[in-house]
């Protein structure tokens, strides 16, 4: 898909969590061709590997930095290195996640802390890394990516649900902590996307024709979408959205 194009998104630097897979690779690209400069976080090496080499041949290709988000010391190392190495972030993109199923009954206070820490806490700290750089320069973009699941009320995802739903109260209140400084943060939430997980495990053909039916377009919604939306609300022609959600689900309503 060809983007609009964003002049002020150019040689900023951005930082994508979880860009080696899924959505995140759309993001990653999306923002590389707009001639930002973009450091990506994963723990997938082998995908996010491939990826920079797919796109090497840009003019400012992605770099890839390994970091699993649930060590919060190697999380502030890494952007603590990223910052001394490649300057701070201009815009930092909270996409990392995994919505693992679960059942009620089977859930242990570890798993809970495992999932919460996956899918909610790192985005608070990764959030707190990049701040003090954008406060000084009294600039700076934080996207936040939740998920439609808790809106529609979605079955064996409970505590994934409770983390999505605290991103958006999360968006909240960092939009107005860092407002003053002239910092933005806003929630991308995302329908139901096809990607190569998704598609693997559970858009089987029964649960495709379960979406498209509780959607008002009557089409999937792919990665590329949410990106366009990503690069639309990190440049200056968003410059007065702030402490917002903005969906990416073709209208789905449930079936």
Not at 191 to 208: C, D, I, M, Y
Request: with cysteine; glycine share 8%.
């Amino acid at each position: 898909m060809q983007h609009a194009t964003y002049p002020s998104l150019a040689n900023k630097h951005v930082v994508i969590t979880g860009g080696g897979t899924g959505i995140g690779v759309a993001i990653v690209e999306a923002f590389a061709r707009q001639g930002a400069q973009v450091t990506f976080l994963d723990i997938a090496s082998e995908a996010s590997q491939a990826l920079e080499a797919q796109l090497a041949d840009l003019p400012q290709p992605p770099r890839f930095r390994y970091c699993d988000l649930t060590d919060l010391t190697a999380l502030v190392d890494t952007f603590t290195d990223i910052e001394n190495t490649s300057g701070a972030a201009d815009i930092l993109v909270n996409n990392a996640a995994n919505d693992d199923r679960h059942q009620l009954q089977n859930v242990t206070p570890a798993y809970w802390d495992e999932r919460i820490a996956v899918n909610l806490r790192h985005q608070y700290f990764c959030a707190q890394a990049v701040a003090p750089a954008m406060r000084a320069k009294r600039s700076g973009v934080i996207l936040n990516l939740g998920s439609i699941s808790w809106h529609l009320a979605q079955a064996n995802l409970s505590i994934y649900m409770t983390a999505k739903a605290g991103i958006e109260g999360l968006t909240h209140g960092l939009a107005r902590d860092l407002g003053a400084d002239g910092i933005r943060v806003n929630c991308i939430i995302p329908g139901a996307v096809r990607t190569p997980r998704q598609e693997r495990l559970w858009h089987t053909p029964e649960a495709e024709a379960v979406i498209l039916q509780g959607q008002c377009l009557q089409t999937r919604v792919e990665p590329h979408d949410v990106a366009a939306l990503a690069l639309f609300l990190a440049s200056d022609n968003a410059a007065k959205c702030t402490g917002r959600e903005y969906f990416v689900d073709a209208g789905w309503y449930g079936a």
